[in-house]
């Protein structure tokens, strides 16, 4: 049996899930899981990369005792996060995430050197005030010594495939999140980075996914028993899950539903006009230069965190839990803007929910069921206001919306989302961040002839349930 192994490491959460091939169809299996989230260094929320790198290791070495030993491996991340090297490989600062508030008011720096519309024109990319762009330059204002010494730039992907293989690589699709990246070369903006003084020599050449890293060090090969290929899938997780959307026309958009909600269509050409910016679209890059045409809301994070809230020593609530109570209060009328900052990073959801409803004048929940309420009409609403968007820019209407990832589980969403964007809406695959991690290896080894031979297999292969 021949294993491709998807190393998917969301914000919340990391897993190993083996894929192999069996009757013309694809079967996945989850080997290992282990936790993520953001912990508080020197002021700053931070990433732990070395026990993340541990815990990779850790899932590689569950392969073996497992049995199935993989002929390839892929990994991929959230976007816009990196760390910078010295010309000793050390990781120079702290590894900050992008939910840390160090690029408050940056924004307007950064305007003093380049216009916020020709910023737009250049990247096609949407303004968030986590994006890499601003990263670096708070950076350049709090520790330009770091920059100085900067040989190389990684996203974080690209670090775990280095301390891997040895080869420091930088992939496209990651890259593009970061707002460095012209839409139209579709390489670095050289020209962009100069204005921002931000030293052109740390980044290198742009790899498309199916590009082979390398094979593993000595010292991870000895400690894990073999060896194997490391492949750029697209290393940016939405860029990942939305290859596995089962569909091959072009009559649907895609939801990639999970700590963020990513929602779009793929397109063969960027928009970076003024009436996209105005929308607050964005152009990733995509598998084979497709572009990404998509817009990040605020997705399952409100929920997750409104969870982490409510569980105690006593008791750990269960999603479907969670559903139950919301069913109760349904009906309950007020909404949220769920992209509003105040929901970024607040110290309590609860609380910032709830002043959101005091300060709009409407009626604030009081128990936890009217709570989730809001967050599920404000999450399905968000989605329909997003698709009319869509469909007035792209001048066309879509009869169908795909949703993917794992929260294509929550029903209740699901069928909020039915009922406010009045679509056909189908659910599945659930792993689709790393199907597409596994698809890419797959069409490296030739089991697939093209991305549409693989999707007409997810589609065979997975469950998809028309909600």
């Not at 050409?269 to 998509?294: H, I, M, P, V, W």
Request: net charge negative.
């Amino acid at each position: 049996m021949k294993y491709y192994l998807a190393v998917d490491i969301g914000a919340s959460s990391g897993r190993h899930i083996l894929a192999h091939m069996e009757d013309g169809q694809i079967c996945l299996e989850e080997v290992y899981r282990f936790v993520n989230g953001n912990v508080t260094k020197n002021g700053h929320l931070c990433w732990e990369l070395d026990r993340l790198f541990a815990e990779i290791v850790n899932g590689l070495k569950a392969c073996k005792e497992a049995g199935k030993i993989p002929v390839s491996m892929g990994i991929d991340t959230w976007g816009v996060d990196f760390v910078l090297l010295d010309e000793h490989d050390n990781v120079l600062g702290d590894t900050v995430a992008y939910r840390d508030s160090r690029t408050e008011g940056i924004d307007k720096l950064v305007y003093e050197k380049i216009s916020e519309d020709e910023l737009y024109a250049r990247t096609g990319i949407q303004k968030q005030l986590f994006n890499t762009i601003y990263q670096l330059y708070s950076i350049k204002q709090s520790n330009p010594e770091y920059l100085e010494k900067a040989t190389s730039y990684l996203m974080v992907p690209e670090y775990f495939n280095f301390l891997l293989t040895g080869v420091k690589m930088n992939e496209y699709t990651n890259a593009t999140t970061g707002q460095l990246v012209n839409a139209k070369t579709k390489t670095w903006d050289k020209e962009l980075l100069e204005k921002l003084e931000i030293p052109t020599h740390i980044f290198g050449e742009l790899h498309m996914p199916k590009t082979t890293v390398g094979t593993l060090k000595e010292e991870i090969k000895n400690q894990i028993g073999f060896d194997l290929e490391v492949i750029l899938p697209a290393t940016h997780d939405t860029g990942s899950a939305v290859l596995a959307v089962p569909a091959n026309d072009d009559d649907f958009i895609y939801l990639s539903s999970g700590t963020w909600s990513l929602m779009g269509i793929e397109r063969m050409e960027a928009d970076c006009s003024l009436q996209s910016k105005q929308f607050n679209f964005t152009n990733e890059g995509g598998y084979d230069y497709r572009f990404r045409y998509l817009k990040n809301i605020m997705g399952l994070w409100m929920l997750q965190s409104v969870r982490r809230e409510l569980n105690s020593k006593d008791h750990e609530y269960s999603f479907p839990e969670l559903i139950a109570m919301a069913m109760e209060a349904d009906g309950f009328p007020s909404i949220v803007n769920v992209n509003d900052n105040c929901f970024l990073a607040p110290k309590s959801m609860i609380e910032a929910v709830k002043d959101y409803c005091k300060n709009t004048n409407q009626k604030v929940p009081n128990t936890t069921g009217e709570l989730l309420v809001v967050i599920y009409n404000s999450l399905a609403k968000s989605y329909a206001d997003t698709i009319k968007e869509i469909e007035q820019i792209s001048n066309r209407t879509f009869k169908r919306l795909h949703i993917v990832g794992g929260g294509c589980q929550d029903n209740y969403l699901n069928q909020k989302t039915k009922e406010y964007t009045k679509k056909k809406v189908y659910a599945g695959p659930i792993e689709g961040t790393a199907l597409g991690n596994i698809m890419v290896q797959m069409l490296k080894d030739k089991t697939f002839s093209s991305l549409e031979d693989a999707r007409t297999c997810v589609a065979k292969s997975f469950d998809v349930k028309e909600v």
